[in-house]
């Protein structure tokens, strides 16, 4: 059988209030189930701003309409504009996610803070931000997470060790090929279950190579024409949930139609035999299409 676990990480408070819930009405007409990561703390999605020093991030801002996607209110919290307590705010709304039976997880307590603060903190400062995130989401659902996917693809050896600890069973924390356990250089394990995205998102394609919003799905359904046991794909509120809904219901109908099934991350973690995955280390590398570096899964170990 061949899946896709739909993975969907919430970035903004913008995002929370008007891509999720546009995307839970589009997921629910396609009868696919979908895991829903949340921010939960402030959105400081300004703050941003300091990226235009990473090689590559004006190519990106000019291909992907970052001011349309996410409006200019959104551009100036954490700057001229403080930034609003996502989960405080809308917690009645991600409890509505939880009622409708998607599943839910952490995304990250600060989106900006953590994309470009964790790849070089210590440990005291990734266990403040994961824990925050956690506390919080254990008191807008009233149980603690289980399912983790990092922001921006970022990460650090201490978070997959504070995963652990803190009670997540399966997290989707990098880009890869397949799921794995995460190991550090000398193969020790150091965090749950790993399944990665697999697939490019669509702010990674759209400009280059003729790709565009018209056409992008094609891009992707080109990718999974040979079908596999399991794709992880990650879209976002701010993009699917919102302008490129189109797209992504094109999406939606073309895996159908090559085989497709659509699964939560943590539905495709129980189906996995855990005791035959191979070990990979993990470390911090680049995408097409994406500016700086995020982690990355490497050949495994024999």
């Given amino acids: 059988m061949s899946v896709i676990a739909l993975k969907i990480d919430v970035d903004t408070y913008r995002g929370t209030r008007e891509g999720v819930p546009a995307l839970a009405r589009l997921l629910e007409k396609h009868d696919a189930p979908a895991t829903f990561l949340f921010s939960l703390g402030p959105d400081h999605t ?10 590559g991030f004006f190519g990106k801002v000019a291909r992907t309409s970052v001011v349309e996607h996410y409006g200019i209110k959104t551009l100036m919290y954490g700057v001229m504009l403080p930034g609003p307590d996502i989960g405080r705010r809308e917690a009645e709304g ?24 964790v790849a070089q903190a210590d440990e005291a400062w990734t266990r403040r931000e994961l824990q925050l995130a956690t506390e919080r989401y254990a008191e807008v659902f009233g149980e603690r997470p289980t399912v983790h996917g990092a922001a921006g693809w970022q990460m ?12 997540y069973t399966v997290a989707s924390d990098g880009r890869g090929e397949h ?7 000398q193969g020790q394990v150091i965090g749950p279950v790993q399944l990665p995205s697999t697939l490019p998102t669509l702010d990674e394609l759209i400009g280059l190579d003729g790709w565009t919003v018209d056409n992008v799905h094609e891009a992707l359904l080109a990718r999974t024409r040979t ?9 976002h509120a701010e993009l699917e ?23 939560t991350v943590g539905d495709c973690a129980r189906q996995l035999d855990l005791s035959a995955l ?3 280390p993990v470390a911090l590398g680049t995408i097409p299409g994406r500016s700086g570096t995020l982690v990355v899964q490497q050949p495994a170990f024999a």
């Fill in 46 to 55: 300004g703050r941003a701003l300091k990226r235009v020093f990473r090689p």
């Fill in 94 to 117: 991600l409890r509505a996610i939880r009622r409708a039976g998607f599943e839910t997880g952490v995304h990250t307590w600060d989106h900006v803070r953590w994309q470009d603060g």
């Fill in 156 to 167: 650090n050896e201490a978070a997959y060790r504070l995963q652990a600890e803190l009670g």
């Fill in 179 to 185: 799921p794995y356990w995460p190991c550090n250089a």
């Fill in 227 to 235: 079908l596999t046991p399991l794709h992880v794909y990650t879209l």
């Fill in 241 to 263: 949930g919102q302008k490129l809904a189109p797209v992504f219901e094109r999406l939606l109908r073309g895996w159908r139609e090559q085989g497709y099934r659509f699964a």
């Fill in 278 to 280: 191979p070990r990979c």
